[in-house]
């Protein structure tokens, strides 16, 4: 009886099953044990993260196996987050599910590698009229569990990784903020209110012996007091404006839109307010938008529009000026999609040379408890 070339393929799939599966159940066994009987050390984490590593490599020669013998598509994972640091890359190996799947194969894997070596090398003598049959039924056992267990969860990890990110990208602007914040407040009040100081300290020096003068640098003083001031409101406006909190997206929106060099039109549809977070988001995101409409783009004219489509909040940002803005080219565009892609957002630019530029934003509606 002939077989085809895919029972053939099967058959060397089974007969190879042995010699893997020696290979694998050893590396594993040897990995974890070692690994974890030296855990209470400080190269123990490090022998296993490393085991871990070497696992994945396994389940990524199992997958080649299979798909080339088998016939079986099994995606490739999600490769690991570039977490920061040694213990940022140690714990990221140590809990990948991915590896430790892969470990799990390995180790279940052995008794059934010498059932089916057994079986298909005696069938080749003993079992010919059936074997095709019966390599066929092993050959599938092998895809239900190759699928089992070295298949990715796909959408789950994905997101896990995107996650990953996503905190990064977040922890990196938060300190950027606190940087700028810091930068503003040394520059400007700050500075502001130690000469401030020194000028109440000069006057009531001389509050004695030259009381005009004194009153005189007095009144400077209470000018600088109203300056210090202004720039204290401006930066609390920039961290979280107060209009915002207390009406909304629709005011806080035609605020920043009136201290736009451009003439602006802003359109609010929405019936009740998304979360805090989002609100927040979706007003610094437009707020940068306008400043670089009023700095680059030559615009004539601009719109601001928001709405609400299902559990999304859309913006769209226009104008009419030259165009040619990217968000890959470093600008403050590609930090604001970063922005919002980590909080699940999307963030679209359309911006042909001459034809004027529209950003549509979107964000999770996440509504108001």
Known sequence: MAFGRCTWKEIAHLLANLPFGILGFVYVVFMVSVGVGLSVTVIGLPMLAGGLVGARLLGRLERGRARSLLGLRIDEPSPLPHSGGFFGWLWSRVKDPVAWRAVLYAFVRLPWCVVTFAVTLTGLFVLWPVLGYVVRGLSNVDRAMARGLLSPSDELERRIAELESDRGVVVDTAAADLRRIERDLHDGAQARLVALAMGLGLAKEKVLE?????????AEAHGEVKLALQELRDLARGIHPAVLTDRGLDAALSAVAARCTVPVRVEVDLSSRPAAA???????????LLQNISKHSGARQAAVEVWRSGDRVVLRVEDDGRGGARPEAGSGMR??????GAVDGVFVVESPVGGGTVVTAELPWRGRE
């Open 210 to 218: 030259d009381p005009d003068a004194a009153a005189e640098m007095v």
């Open 335 to 340: 930090g604001l999609a970063e922005r919002l």
């Open 278 to 288: 989002i609100e927040g988001i979706a007003y610094f995101t437009v707020s940068e």
